[in-house]
């Protein structure tokens, strides 16, 4: 075992990363996530400004998922005790006379938002990391679609490799990608730090769901720990893009968040075509991960794998999240020992 990656630390670690717990259509009301084991109300405050705060109220501990939204905050359903969403610090006690102060320590916690890719993202603790930009869609003009979220009863690494996975194309997805040729070409996987890339030519294949229009360019672009996409390029026939990013709820439990993109020149359907393949696609990999022993990638070893070529990606995935991991223990330690 190497006690490096041990699930302990991997959790200390993704404190300090982004992962998305909502999508940003879905939080008009208050809506209960989980986060590394953490349990998260996410919401849109009157101001229109998402929030990620404590789930559990700090006064009797009710639950704020079933609290009213405020202008700045959540207000809880027990007492009405307020908190402002992104201090945490309670801003009114109904039960309070009003010339008493409100306790210091009346507060939840209060965290980093983003919205970006029409998901809210959050971080637990200061992020090391930004949410992940690819080049590639610089300058592109997308119509996006956020899926319905897929909770899978497995880690989220497992989650993210799949999704970058080709070998299992012919045997997990043959109803929907039809009669995928098995053998897998030397790939040119190219990684930088957390960042890893890959280019090939995906060839139509007959009677398959997944590719009608034509051969695509497949640019497999991943951004270590949680997200991974895919742009296929079409050339005259436009482009169209596949987002993955699984949030880790518990070691043993993700929620695949995932989106759809297309330019204006993809020939290839509607928006709404593409996302429901795309479901079809991905409710043929959930049964499949949800029976891996261990449930998780054991980055700390202690199972006995095999890989073989086609499984490059996977392993420079691999190598990205302990490159994260280690980035970020390392300083954490560094600071511990300089007494910050
Ligand atoms: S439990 Fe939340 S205000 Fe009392
Ligand atoms: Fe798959």
Redesign the pocket.
Known sequence: MNERYSPDNLWRAYRHCWFVVARSCDIDTPKAARLLDHDLVVFRDKSGRAQVTDRR??????D?AAGTVTDHGIQ??????SFDGSSGMCTH?PSLDPSSPIPPNARIGGYRVVERYEHVWTCLDEPFFDIPSPPELDGLDLEWRPAAPIPARCGFMAATENFRDMAHFPFVHKATMGNVPSAIPALDVKRDGRRLSVSFQYDQVEQAHFSSIGNAMMHYHSYAPGFAAILYDYGETGKRYLVDFPTPVSRTECVIHWGVAIDSQFQGGTIEDILKLETAVFDEDTPILEGLTPPEVPLSGGWQEVSCPADIYTLNYRRAVKFVVDTILDRLEHESAAGR
């Open positions: 109220c700090i006064h009797r501990g009710a704020l809880c359903p027990y007492h009405g005790w006690i």
